[in-house]
């Protein structure tokens, strides 16, 4: 039985994952189209890659210097994005408090 559980929230978290993963891209190829930042999709890939965010801290890096000039449209999106990502944190925590719990009370 906790083996069939910690086999559906690792599946879950994977999802959310590869979710997560793209949302962020958007987020990052919209924010940096209203920058004007050359090569948005580049710097988009750029900052989803690597496992310590490395990316996202230079693409940060780069933009400081830039003024954002989002449309009431294009804000609208940004924060739809905003709200899956959101989302999308809190049921893998959700998820991993779950599988945290069962393996607490497995061990017992």
Same mark, same amino acid.
């Given at each position: 039985?906790i083996?069939?559980?910690?086999?559906?929230?690792?599946?879950?978290?994977?999802?959310?994952?590869?979710?997560?993963?793209?949302? $962020? &891209?958007?987020?990052?190829?919209?924010?940096?189209? !209203?920058?004007?930042? +050359?090569?948005?999709? =580049?710097?988009? #890939?750029?900052?989803?890659?690597?496992?310590?965010?490395?990316?996202?801290? $230079? &693409?940060?890096?780069?933009?400081?210097k830039?003024? !954002?000039?989002?449309? +009431?449209?294009?804000? =609208?999106?940004? #924060?739809?994005?905003?709200?899956?990502?959101?989302?999308?944190?809190?049921?893998?925590?959700?998820?991993?408090?779950?599988?945290?719990?069962?393996?607490?009370?497995?061990?017992?």
């Amino acid at each position: 039985m906790i083996e069939a559980v910690f086999i559906v929230c690792i599946g879950v978290i994977l999802v959310t994952s590869v979710f997560l993963y793209y949302y $962020l &891209y958007q987020l990052v190829l919209l924010d940096a189209k !209203s920058r004007d930042i +050359a090569h948005p999709k =580049l710097w988009s #890939l750029f900052a989803t890659s690597g496992q310590n965010s490395s990316g996202l801290f $230079l &693409y940060l890096f780069k933009r400081r210097k830039t003024t !954002s000039f989002l449309t +009431a449209e294009q804000n =609208l999106k940004f #924060l739809g994005i905003k709200r899956k990502i959101y989302c999308l944190m809190g049921l893998e925590l959700a998820v991993f408090l779950m599988m945290l719990a069962n393996l607490i009370r497995g061990i017992r």
